[in-house]
Each structure stands twice: as structure tokens, then as C-alpha cells.
């Protein structure tokens, strides 16, 4: 056995993998996750094995193809220290990722975010949904893809398609991802793979179990294949830190008290009311519901991936495909806000801010009197279940004409079936004091907050709040393709399609919300709640408040029997929240494929058009007259989608691609709805309504590239691309008195909002679009020129440059104030790096991501100019030793610096959430034979 550094002479294949990335240059890299990492001899022939095999796979893949496509191999899943697939994804370049309490959710490919980048599921377009805390998004009522709810054990590889060519389906702007489990025929022979795993967060301090197999079989003659795979895997995160709720103007919600002192601000200073014309640098701003927030998440995934493929002759193909997610959670919160500062009536114009000390138009410190403090419990059942189930038969017949037909379904069903808040509340406290000017913000209570005479349930101002809710997500796609072999140097392709897409949401809530049992201080809420200890690693001085008491759920619902839907604990439809949309497209395609020779250079490539027609059925409870009823509208677009790819192999080992082409992206699937949703939770008042008739998103795009692959297993590659698009979708955000709004009061009965309070309100519209351009820069080398050990070495590193600057509406009337601001999503600069080792035994490797900040929100609420996201780095390791040639240990770390997320508003910077989930370490075992 030779060492593996010495197997980097072997040359790449002559062919790639196909678009599915079933023909590999090796054995099947998921059957062989985890063998040992070495150069093995197999009938005299050199096989490059492990981590560098995974590479080089991944690169051919690369090479082969027309356009700019980055892969992942199986093995590249399963050696990085990665939960999940969006964690793998991440060390493509270009792509960027969100993480949402502790794991990644969703990305971004080029500055556009995830509802502009489009996934397949082993070639069907899918979508699958989850939830998070109301800061990190909440639940996902949009096109973007939920990769958390998916063990990264279920796929063989991930392909990240970045230009687009005619025979690849529309909706992207930023890439088309390819995910693609593992298929029998993929390997050679028969194979078993068993690991097992623990996994350790040192917030939390508890050890949770994982388990996955892989068994793949072949028939003798080869006629015959079947594969099942499966994951199961428990986590438990904590979240903690500050929850801020945004940052608002003094006169906003009533204003501050009169008797207000800040020194070197007059009342009239501090109290300052905003209009559309209006100055925000005129206003003292102060946050709206300064909180500490704790979020416990426990979590059970359990994924299911098998095929069946069928040779019945040499010119036939025949497979199919299943693939089951599900996903449960439980998410226990605990808060505890400053609820008054936000409170209109009997709420901030009480406060009197007795000192406070100002930075820039900020009220960054304060001691206040007469604040509403609010402890809350929350409990949510967080559940996914993602089916999906697809048929393909590719036919050949003769040596030229090769046809192709698939079928498939997927569902993704997304329930809150549990979705509780109660609360306790002191009112006109005294003496609190927040302070800003460390990051993570300070407050003092001065009171003992872990004493039942601190609190009560007030009727009127306290809350239970019963809101479950569901998102249903259904594709059918079928499609046809066929290919001739015009010439040896030119293949025609032509196919059509048809998919249809049906969305629901729904959702129940109380009557009315503030209607609770009076408990009055003292030995009643003694009986009904729990000591809740706060600060675990956030560093807080001993003055802060760090415990207090909080609503014991489990009690107050054995007393109350809040879920019996009866009396004042019934439940009614949420009118606002139910949407329906069917999307149906039906689209064609023809390209011409090319390879020939031109001026003793290799040329090949791809010329083609893609014609598509999208009809939209949208739905949703709208206020006609006087009343609410179910709407319906009907839209629909189409389009001519020119593309062309051209790749030139200027020497044997550098290749020159160019790429034009015209994409399109439709619009976020919960933003079509024709009504409008109405929600008030505490001092949160929203009213948002939806645009059945958005336009979709077109850009005119080319992409120049270079790639050097000076050895095998290297390569050094510089892109550069360009995006013209015409329009983008952007959340146009206002604020407005709801009895302007022209609603029925009956929207809100029930609410603690009464018809004179101020509503943020929301609606999409279509907004001027802008230029997209940036480069990206490549570097995967292993260091085999390296003497000795150090031969073992490797790097894989890479960085993005994007810009874009856009225009965004305050306002539809003519001649608004015009914001220009950076495309929501976009993260000018992004860089991956990771070094690695590895012999015949032992593996190792470390990453570093890092990602600029980026807008999440323009314009921004309360005359904010936006919301954004702070800058994050993150650290992973993994270490592997190989027992034998079967048995593997590995032992990885995840976010080894505990990053924390950091959201503010404005050009200030002003705090929005700043929380951290810890460190995450798993501990496994593999055993393949």
C-alpha cells in the first residue's frame, strides 16, 4: 500500500460524470465513505482512495461539463465537519449560508439569496420548509430550500450549476443545486456501511445519538440493482442573548413621558415624531423591546433514500428513486422584555427616562421609571415531512437516438401543531436601566425577579397565545427529452416539461388573546411558574439580571387546560394567514451540443432556447367592502430563454469557458397572495399584504472563466460574471394608524391592538433592478512536492468578490424618497479555506468560512435605513483515524469559536439580536464492508 500523497501521478479519467453524477471516477464515494485514505493497488492499477479521491471526482465533474459548474462528492460530505448539506455547500465558491440556531438553513449563490437559486432533488425541482425563531426568519413561506431538514449521509453528490443552458429548467437567477442520492448501479459490486455517532453541545452539556447505514446490492449478470440508505440523528442546542425587536423614535407609540430628562436634549428633542419626509438623524432613537431570549431546540431527523434500477437490455434503462425526511423539533423559549418602551397608552407615555447618555442620535443608555417589564414561556412543535418519489427510463435506440422520460412527485408538509406563549407581567416597574454600549447589551432590573410578588396575569395586558399553523408544498413535474447524434461532433437535444406546484398555509388563533385568568401576585404565580437561570457563556456583570421567574407551561396548562378548544380557549381561523397558490408551467427546449476541433484547439459547447408558461392561480382572504372574503386571481408570464456555453481547452490542462444567457426567477411563493395577514403579538403590530400579480425576476447574464488543472487532484480557477436584471421583488414598509388602513376592526378584535394604534405595514412590489458583477477565485492543490510527511498536505480555498447596488422604493407615489443600498442578501466579500492531512491512517482538517454582512431588509421599519447581518466567521475541524481497513473513528468540532449572530438595524449599527448556540463536537464510528 502505497502512501497516499504518492497517488496524485494518477491522470483524470477521460470522461466525467454525467448530470446526475452516477458515473464516477472511482467506486461510488458513499459506498466508500469512511475506507481508508490511501492510494490502494487493485490489479496493478494505482485507485486513489478517500478525501483526494472525493476531490479529484469533483473536479471531473467540473472540467467535463459546458457551462461553470463547482461539485461535491460523497466522501467530501461525509469527511467535512458539516451537519448538513447547506454546511457542505458553503465550501463551494460563490456560495454563502445562513445559519439558523446553530445549523446551516439556507444559502446564497453569488450575492442572490435562496429564493433566486433553484434545487432538484435527483433531478425533480423541490422545496422543502422548516421553521425558525421569529429573528432568524421564522417560518419559511418562500421558495428558498430548507437544507437542514436533510441528512448530508442520504446524497452521493451535490453539483452547483451556476450558468444556465436550455436543457436545464428555468427559475434561477443565482444556480440551479443538483442533489443526488446514491444509486445501485453507481458502484461495483455489493456494499455495507454502518457508523454510529454522538454528538455534544457545550452549551446544553448533553450527548445525543446518531446512527446511518448504506447497503447497496447487484445482481450477478448486472441486470439488476437496489440501494437503501438511512439517518437518524438527535440534536439539542441552546440559543441565548439579546432580542431587541428593532430600534424606534422617541415620539413613536405616544411619545415618553413629559417629566423625561436627557441631558443636553430637550422633551421636544427626545420626542421627536417621524414622517415620510422627515430626517431619522433629526429623532433620539431608543430600542423598541430590549429582551434576553433563550431558545432550547430539540430536534429527531430521520432520512430514508433508496433506488431500484433495471437493465432489461443493454439499450435500457429503467430507475427509481424515493427519498423520505422527518423532521421533528420541539422549541422551549424563555424572554423577558421590556414590553412598555414599545407600548402605546398605558405603556411609554408612563416611562420617564430619569438619565441617559446619547451616542451619535442614539440613546444607547438609560435608567427608566414607571417600564412594563413582560417574562414569557413559549413552546413549539417544529415538524417537517418531505416525500418525494421519481421514475426514469432512458432508452437507446441505434448508436445515434437516445430518449428520456421521468415522472415524479414530491411533498413537503410543514406543522406547528403546538404553538403556545404565555405571559406574566409587572407593570410601571422602577429603576431599569438597559445599556448598549457593550455588545451585548446589559439590563438591570434592580428587584428580584425570582420572587412570585415580582409578577401577575393581568387580563387585558397579559397573554396566551394559541397559533398553530401549517405550509404545504407539492410539485409534479414530467418531463420528455430525446437526443440525436447528428454528427460525431454534434448532438441535437430537444424535450418538454410540465410541472405544477401547489402552495396552502394556514393557521388558528384565539378569539382574543389578552382574555387570561387574573393571578395576582404572590402565591398564585408562585403555583404556576418555574426559576428560569439565564447567561450561559455570554459573559454578563454580575449587575445584569441573569435569572427570573417565568410561566411554567407544563403547570399552567394542567390548570387552565388551555388546549381543550372550548370556552375562551377556542380556536378560530387566522383569516389573514390563509393563502393558496397552483403555479402551472409547461416549457420546451432545443440545443445543439458540439466537440470538434478549431485551429488545433478542442472547442466544445452548447447553443439552445428554452421557451416556458406560467399560470398562476392565487388565493387568499382580502377585504372587499365592508367585509373579508376568499379571493381568487389568475396571472400568468412567459418567456424565450436563449443560452450558450463555450468551453475551449487552450492546452491540455487550462480551459477557457465563456457563457451568455437569459434566466428568469418568479417570485416568492408567499408573497402572491391577494389578501393581506393582520398579526399582534405583545407591542408588535403588523398588517402585510400580498401582490398576486408580481412580475418575475429577468437577467440577462455572462460568466467568463479560466481553469488551470496543472495536476490531478489541482486546480487554480478565476471567474468573472455579470447579471443585468431588470427587476427585483422588495417589501415595500410603511407605517400607518390601522383605522386608515381601511380594515375592519373586526380583524383585531381580540388583540391587545385597539383601531388608533400605529401598524408596521408591508406590501411586495416590483422595484428598479440594477447590475450584479463580481469574480470568484479558485485554489484546490495538494502539496505532494512537498519532502517527507508534508507531502501528505493539501489546500482548498477560495473568494468571492460581488457588488450591487440597487435602487428600493419607500414609497409607490411618485417622486418618494429613492433608497440605494446594497441587493438584500448579498455578502460583497465570502472566503472558505481548508487545510488538510492525509496518510494511509490518519485524516485531518480544518475550515474557516467567513461571510460579510449583508442587508436582510430596505428600507427599514421605524425610518430605520435597513437591517442587516453582521460579518461571521466560522471555524470547523475534523480529525479520522482508520482502526482497519473497515473500521474508522472520527471525531469532529463544529463553530469551534462559538460565532455568535449578529443582526442590527440602520447605518448605525444599531443591536437587533446578538446570540450565540456554542460549540458542537460528534464523536462516530464506521464500520464498511
Do not use: C
Not at 436533510?150 to 428555468?170: W, Y
Not at 416568492?668 to 393582520?678: A, F, K
Amino acid at each position: 500500500m502505497a502512501p497516499a500523497a504518492h497517488a496524485q501521478e494518477v491522470a483524470e479519467p477521460d470522461t466525467a460524470a454525467d448530470a446526475a453524477g452516477t458515473e464516477q471516477a472511482t467506486d461510488s464515494a458513499t459506498a466508500d465513505a469512511g475506507t481508508a485514505s490511501a492510494a490502494q493497488q487493485d490489479d496493478g492499477d494505482i485507485v486513489v482512495t478517500g478525501f483526494r479521491a472525493s476531490l479529484a471526482n469533483a473536479l471531473n465533474i467540473k472540467r467535463q461539463e459546458n457551462g461553470v459548474v463547482d461539485a461535491i462528492s460523497a466522501e467530501d460530505i461525509a469527511d467535512f465537519p458539516d451537519l448538513n448539506l447547506a454546511e457542505s455547500l458553503q465550501r463551494i465558491p460563490g456560495v454563502a449560508i445562513t445559519r439558523r440556531s446553530g445549523e446551516g438553513r439556507q444559502i446564497s449563490v453569488r450575492g442572490l439569496g435562496s429564493d433566486y437559486t433553484r434545487v432538484r432533488v435527483n433531478g425533480m425541482e423541490a422545496i422543502a420548509t422548516s421553521s425558525g425563531t421569529s429573528n432568524s426568519g421564522g417560518t419559511n413561506r418562500g421558495r428558498g430550500f430548507d437544507f437542514n431538514i436533510f441528512s448530508s449521509d442520504l446524497f452521493s453528490n451535490l453539483i452547483v450549476r451556476k450558468t444556465a443552458s436550455a436543457e436545464v429548467d428555468e427559475g434561477s437567477l443565482g444556480a440551479t443545486v443538483d442533489l443526488n442520492a446514491s444509486k445501485p448501479f453507481d458502484s461495483k459490486g455489493n456494499k455495507l456501511v454502518l457508523s454510529a455517532q454522538g454528538s455534544y453541545n457545550d452549551l446544553v452539556k448533553d450527548v445525543q445519538p446518531g446512527l446511518s447505514f448504506l447497503g447497496s446490492w447487484r445482481s450477478k449478470d448486472g441486470r439488476f440493482g437496489a440501494l437503501l440508505s438511512a439517518s437518524w440523528d438527535k440534536r439539542h442546542l441552546l440559543e441565548e442573548g439579546a432580542n431587541i425587536t428593532r430600534w424606534t423614535y422617541g415620539g413613536s407609540n405616544g411619545g415618553w413621558n413629559p417629566a423625561s430628562t436627557v441631558a443636553g436634549k430637550t422633551i421636544a428633542e427626545i420626542n421627536r415624531t417621524l414622517t415620510d419626509t422627515s430626517d431619522p438623524e433629526t429623532a433620539l432613537y431608543h430600542p423598541r423591546i430590549p429582551a434576553y431570549a433563550s431558545y432550547d431546540t430539540s430536534s429527531e431527523r430521520l432520512g430514508i433514500a433508496g433506488a431500484l434500477q433495471f437493465k432489461p437490455a443493454d439499450s435500457t434503462l429503467i430507475t427509481v428513486e424515493g427519498l423520505f425526511s422527518r423532521f421533528e423539533g420541539a422549541r422551549k423559549e424563555s424572554q423577558l422584555q421590556a414590553l412598555g418602551l414599545s407600548r402605546p397608552g398605558t405603556g411609554k407615555p408612563q416611562s420617564i427616562i430619569r438619565s441617559g447618555i446619547v451616542e451619535g442620535n442614539n440613546l444607547v443608555q438609560a435608567e427608566i421609571d414607571n417600564v412594563d417589564l413582560r417574562t414569557q414561556s413559549s413552546y413549539n412543535e417544529l415538524n417537517t415531512n418531505f416525500r418525494q418519489i421519481t421514475g426514469t427510463i432512458e432508452q437507446e435506440l441505434g448508436d445515434r437516438l437516445r430518449l428520456r422520460a421521468m415522472a415524479g412527485r414530491s411533498t413537503s408538509k410543514y406543522e406547528d401543531p403546538v404553538a403556545t406563549i404565555v405571559t406574566f407581567e409587572r407593570l410601571n416597574s422602577q429603576d431599569f436601566i438597559y445599556d448598549f454600549r457593550p455588545r451585548m447589551m446589559e439590563m438591570t432590573l434592580n428587584f428580584d425577579a425570582t420572587s412570585p410578588d415580582a409578577w401577575s396575569m393581568v387580563p387585558g395586558t397579559s397573554e396566551v397565545r394559541l397559533t398553530p399553523e401549517k405550509v404545504d408544498n407539492r410539485f409534479t413535474t414530467y418531463k420528455a427529452s430525446g437526443e440525436f447524434d447528428l454528427f460525431d461532433s454534434v448532438t441535437l437535444k430537444a424535450g418538454a416539461d410540465y410541472k405544477r406546484f401547489d402552495y396552502s398555509t394556514s393557521a388558528l388563533q384565539r378569539a382574543n388573546t389578552s382574555v387570561v385568568p387574573a393571578i395576582a401576585a404572590g402565591p398564585g404565580i408562585a403555583a404556576l411558574s418555574r426559576t428560569f437561570n439565564f447567561d450561559q457563556g455570554l459573559g454578563l456583570p454580575s449587575t445584569a439580571v441573569q435569572s427570573w421567574l417565568a410561566p411554567d407551561l407544563d403547570k399552567f396548562i394542567a390548570a387552565y387546560d388551555i388546549y381543550s378548544n372550548t370556552g375562551i380557549w377556542a380556536l378560530q381561523e387566522n383569516i389573514g394567514t390563509t393563502a393558496e397558490v397552483t403555479e402551472t408551467t409547461k416549457g420546451a427546449y432545443v440545443q445543439a451540443d458540439f466537440n470538434f476541433d478549431a485551429g488545433g484547439l478542442p472547442v466544445r459547447g452548447d447553443i439552445g432556447v428554452r421557451y416556458f408558461r406560467t399560470d398562476l392561480e392565487s388565493s387568499g382572504n382580502a377585504v372587499v367592502g365592508s367585509g373579508v372574503t376568499f379571493v381568487t386571481v389568475e396571472h400568468d408570464y412567459d418567456d424565450w430563454l436563449p443560452s450558450a456555453n463555450l468551453s475551449v481547452d487552450v492546452t491540455p490542462n487550462l480551459i477557457a469557458r465563456i457563457s451568455a444567457a437569459k434566466t428568469i426567477a418568479r417570485p416568492g411563493i408567499g408573497s402572491l397572495s391577494p389578501g393581506g395577514s393582520v398579526t399582534v403579538q405583545g407591542a408588535n403590530r403588523n398588517y402585510s399584504s400580498g401582490n398576486p400579480v408580481l412580475a418575475p425576476t429577468k437577467s440577462t447574464n455572462l460568466d467568463l472563466s479560466i481553469e488551470w488543472y496543472r495536476q490531478a487532484g489541482a486546480v487554480l480557477a478565476l471567474g468573472l460574471f455579470y447579471k443585468d436584471i431588470d427587476t427585483f421583488v422588495q417589501t415595500l414598509r410603511g407605517e400607518a394608524v390601522y383605522s386608515t388602513l381601511g380594515l375592519p376592526d373586526s380583524l383585531i378584535a381580540g388583540t391587545v391592538a385597539t383601531p388608533d394604534m400605529v401598524f408596521a405595514v408591508t406590501r411586495p412590489v416590483n422595484s428598479p433592478g440594477g447590475k450584479l458583477k463580481g469574480f470568484e477565485i479558485n485554489l484546490q492543490q495538494p502539496l505532494t512536492f512537498l519532502p517527507g510527511f508534508l507531502s501528505n498536505f493539501g489546500v482548498l480555498a477560495n473568494y468571492t468578490y460581488v457588488t450591487s447596488n440597487i435602487d428600493y422604493l419607500t414609497s409607490t407615489v411618485p417622486g418618494a424618497r429613492i433608497v440605494n443600498a446594497t441587493l438584500i442578501g448579498l455578502s460583497k466579500h465570502a472566503y472558505n479555506g481548508t487545510l488538510y492531512y492525509e496518510d494511509s491512517k490518519f485524516s485531518a482538517r480544518v475550515s474557516l468560512a467567513y461571510r460579510d454582512g449583508y442587508l436582510t431588509a430596505v428600507p427599514g421599519n421605524d425610518f430605520n435605513s435597513w437591517h442587516g447581518t453582521n460579518a461571521t466567521t466560522n471555524v470547523d475541524a475534523q480529525i479520522s483515524y482508520n482502526l482497519t481497513d473497515n473500521i474508522r473513528l472520527s471525531l469532529e468540532g463544529i463553530n469551534l469559536t462559538d460565532e455568535y449572530a449578529d443582526l442590527y438595524v440602520d447605518a448605525d449599527n444599531r443591536l437587533n439580536a446578538y446570540t450565540h448556540t456554542g460549540r458542537q463536537f460528534v464523536a462516530g464510528v464506521r464500520y464498511t464492508f
